[in-house]
């Protein structure tokens, strides 16, 4: 396994929030598929002390990337480079000095998941030339990976990074799943786990969710089956996707409050058709919503992470959820945003109550629903301290 680290490669000069890319090799997946050549992109911030000890796994969501913090790049980088290391990130205040996760302590890790679409091997990648000598992107050829074998892979880089153990993992919805997933999967690597606004299984709703969201892509006339590489990407479908996952994102006191009925400015509400009168306030924020992922994200990694997340149970082929749970003996944070209905606060209290020991299910207030977990990050923060990194 090689670490590739850009343009700073044998520089010893600090750098926060640059890309980097790991090859970790084949990839043998729970389906048996072996994944050849595969690559993962992440982020550090901080040093990696001496003995391995500090060192901190967090773990995005959906469409998240590996810049969940604003850094700093090496004397003589390019301006692009310090712009983009400078750029905030998608969990500000929450990372960084004199933070929960103070950087000036910890090393803070962040790798995008594989079949991602932020410089991890995913559907858009070219095939090695073992599997296509034309180098062609995986597509509609590229398998399912499940949330157990991204941890494997980030067990590798793990490896390749020199770290043993982690202090802390860390994430929200999907990195809450791969967060609990390294718990159980690599008890003897993690310390400290904290599982936010996520579950022990994907419940029955939250499927039924992503399957809406996986056919509004499919069955975009430009998806072709997942092989649209050679021509005009299905962003109408992955931008209805984005809508129906936005909307399951936010409370419905939220979007009352923010938008309620009213139209949007310059745009006079005629009528009772799309095509007969402007748009209403959510509307425009849902368009807008849509336009931007699918400005950014691939709509086969849209699939292939949402697929992941649909497979998420991390009691599959170990017995009961407390069977399964009972090998970890980290310490725990498991909180819930209280006016979450993605992942009901309840679902929470079902995992607290299945792991371990007694372990409290702690809250987060907000008016925002699920994406209360990004915007709460002082609440976050605070209980951070208060438990999994007391006496740090």
Not at 67 to 85: F, K, L, Q, S
Not at 141 to 157: G, I, K, Y
Not at 219 to 235: E, K, L, M, V
Not at 358 to 372: A, K, M, P, Q, W
Request: contains cysteine; aromatic residues 6%.
């Amino acid at each position: 396994m090689t670490v590739v680290r850009g343009a700073d490669a044998g520089s010893d000069v600090r750098e926060d929030g640059v890309p980097r890319h790991a090859e970790i090799g084949t990839l043998e997946l729970e389906s048996g598929f072996r994944l050849p050549e595969v690559r993962l992109a992440y982020e550090t911030w901080g040093t990696l002390a001496p003995d391995g000890s500090n060192a901190v796994l967090v773990e995005h969501a959906l469409t998240g990337d590996t810049h969940v913090a604003a850094g700093r790049a090496r004397p003589g980088a390019t301006e692009a480079e310090r712009i983009a290391a400078l750029s905030p990130g998608w969990w500000e205040g929450l990372i960084g000095p004199g933070a929960a996760l103070d950087t000036d302590r910890y090393f803070v890790v962040c790798a995008n998941i594989v079949g991602g679409c932020y410089g991890s091997t995913g559907p858009a990648t070219p095939a090695p030339a073992s599997v296509d000598p034309e180098r062609r992107p995986w597509g509609s050829r590229f398998p399912l990976v499940t949330v157990r074998d991204s941890v494997h892979a980030e067990a590798a880089l793990a490896d390749v990074l020199g770290i043993d153990s982690w202090r802390l993992v860390l994430g929200g919805s999907m990195g809450g799943a791969r967060a609990l997933e390294w718990a159980v999967t690599h008890p003897d690597r993690v310390l400290a786990c904290a599982v936010v606004a996520a579950c022990a299984q994907s419940s029955a709703e939250q499927i039924a969710w992503g399957q809406a969201q996986n056919l509004a892509i499919r069955q975009d006339p430009h998806f072709r089956g997942g092989d649209y590489y050679d021509g005009p990407p299905p962003i109408a479908g992955l931008g209805l996707a984005r809508r129906i996952a936005h909307i399951t994102y936010r409370s419905a006191a939220e979007l009352h409050d923010r938008f309620g009925r009213a139209p949007q400015t310059d745009e006079q509400v005629i009528g009772t058709h799309a095509d007969g009168r402007g748009r209403y306030q959510v509307e425009s924020y849902l368009d807008h919503q849509a336009s931007k992922l699918a400005g950014r994200f691939d709509a086969n990694s849209y699939l292939a992470v949402n697929e992941a997340l649909m497979s998420h149970d991390v009691a599959r082929g170990r017995g009961t959820v407390e069977e399964a749970l009972s090998v970890a003996s980290c310490e725990w944070l498991v909180a819930a945003v209280d006016s979450d209905r993605l992942y009901l606060p309840h679902e929470s209290d079902l995992l607290a109550a299945a792991l371990p020991g007694t372990v409290r299910r702690h809250t987060l207030s907000s008016r925002s629903g699920h994406d209360g977990f990004l915007i709460e990050s002082v609440q976050l923060g605070r209980l951070l301290r208060e438990t999994v990194l007391r006496g740090d």
